[in-house]
């Protein structure tokens, strides 16, 4: 079975967890940052993983787009979802909600939400003021969840 790690990332953060998870899924799988590359032909996959990062509550534009643009041909795939996120428990199950149509989302063999990292020498200039706004002087992340990332892939390999 041929899959694609499809992903959206401004930072780095997703780009990271996207990896990961390939590394975990074996040398087969294509990865693709939506917002540098075109649009793969989806036709040769049998399983596609959509990620991204949140950023203000809601995943990368291109990332909504993608998904409005293919979900008929998304409906017939074996789907995988992950969004990389600071928020925690029942805001994060939101988050991760959210970011995709229902449809997929409920057709999906697994959703999870991998953690967060935060590269404040890649941010602009106003996203490190916010950062400072929301997070304060504490501005510790959890870092992505190896762990996570593992059993997605082990559920991606099972199903």
Same mark, same amino acid.
């Given at each position: 079975m041929k899959t694609i790690i499809m992903f959206t990332s401004k930072y780095g953060c997703a780009e990271k967890a996207a990896y990961l998870l390939k590394s975990q899924l074996g040398e087969e799988t294509e990865v693709v940052n939506l917002m540098h590359a075109k649009e793969p032909t989806l036709e040769r996959y049998d399983t596609v993983i959509l990620g991204g990062s949140i950023y203000y509550g809601k995943?990368?534009?291109?990332? #909504? &787009?993608f998904t409005a643009k293919y979900?008929?041909?998304? /409906?017939? =795939? @074996?789907?995988?979802?992950?969004?990389?996120? /600071?928020?925690?428990?029942?805001?994060?199950?939101?988050?991760?909600? *959210?970011?995709?149509?229902?449809?997929?989302?409920?057709? *999906?063999? #697994? =959703?999870?939400?991998? /953690? &967060?990292?935060?590269?404040?020498?890649?941010? #602009?200039?106003? &996203?490190?003021?916010?950062? @400072?706004?929301? =997070? /304060?002087?504490?501005?510790?992340?959890?870092?992505? *969840?190896?762990? #996570?990332?593992? @059993?997605f892939a082990l559920t991606m390999k099972r199903q």
């Amino acid at each position: 079975m041929k899959t694609i790690i499809m992903f959206t990332s401004k930072y780095g953060c997703a780009e990271k967890a996207a990896y990961l998870l390939k590394s975990q899924l074996g040398e087969e799988t294509e990865v693709v940052n939506l917002m540098h590359a075109k649009e793969p032909t989806l036709e040769r996959y049998d399983t596609v993983i959509l990620g991204g990062s949140i950023y203000y509550g809601k995943i990368q534009k291109q990332m #909504t &787009d993608f998904t409005a643009k293919y979900q008929h041909e998304l /409906g017939k =795939k @074996r789907v995988g979802l992950f969004i990389c996120a /600071g928020a925690k428990g029942e805001e994060a199950s939101q988050e991760l909600k *959210s970011a995709f149509p229902e449809v997929l989302y409920n057709q *999906s063999v #697994t =959703k999870e939400v991998f /953690g &967060d990292e935060i590269y404040e020498e890649k941010l #602009t200039l106003l &996203d490190r003021f916010v950062l @400072r706004m929301v =997070k /304060g002087k504490n501005k510790n992340v959890n870092g992505l *969840s190896k762990e #996570t990332i593992e @059993r997605f892939a082990l559920t991606m390999k099972r199903q």
